[in-house]
């Protein structure tokens, strides 16, 4: 006798979130169409750098990481143009749906990480009026802004030393020049780093 599936079995796993917004975006096939700012802003605000290890009453947010690599980027370029700014304000907005994974479990999950944070961050780029992949310069100024913010958040708020961060990340080229010390690195709450991020977002806005 054939054994009847009940009717749980036979639904198709949940691949989309709702958010505040009312919109529904699919994981699988994300739409520029259901990506808001204020969303992506909620999301990053609540979202800990570092797992929550750092100092500090409130978490460092990936909004308040997000606004740091966006500074350093146009102190490395002034000339920057100001869309591309965006880029790197949005650089790491996929995690409003994903999470901020530490990068030893992103090498554990491998490919299919990859590949899922590729098509939100293509997404993202299109419903702000982005190139769905950003010219190789541009994401290499990213890059390099975004492992200099990482090397200031582990040594100013992780409880790494300095000679530990240049033995794990190594000492960004052009660190020093970037006057490190002027950056504010304070962690705040999430309300406070979402009007932080929001501001920044619609004051970029403004130039394009």
């Known amino acids: 006798m054939a054994v009847q599936r009940t009717k749980v079995e036979n639904q198709v796993p949940r691949a989309w979130q709702r958010m505040l917004s009312g919109r529904r975006l699919d994981l699988l096939d994300p739409s520029p169409l259901d990506i808001e700012i204020e969303d992506i802003a ?124 240049v033995k794990v990340f190594t000492r960004p080229r052009g660190f020093v020049a970037l006057e490190a010390d002027s950056l504010d690195l304070e962690p705040v709450s999430p309300p406070d780093a979402k009007r932080a991020f929001l501001d920044r977002f619609e004051a970029i806005q403004a130039r394009l």
């Open 42 to 165: 909620q999301g990053l605000s609540r979202v800990a750098r570092w797992n929550g290890q750092t100092t500090g009453v409130w978490a460092y947010s990936v909004a308040q990481h997000s606004l740091l690599v966006e500074e350093l980027v146009g102190r490395m370029k002034p000339s920057l143009p100001w869309s591309w700014r965006l880029a790197a304000l949005l650089h790491d907005a996929p995690e409003y749906v994903v999470g901020d994974l530490i990068t030893p479990f992103k090498a554990v999950i491998g490919q299919d990480y990859k590949a899922l944070e590729r098509r939100l961050m293509q997404a993202v780029f299109q419903r702000f009026s982005l190139p769905g992949t950003p010219p190789k310069a541009l994401a290499a100024l990213i890059k390099r802004a975004d492992r200099c913010a990482a090397f200031v958040e582990a040594t100013g708020l992780a409880g790494f030393s300095e000679r530990e961060a």
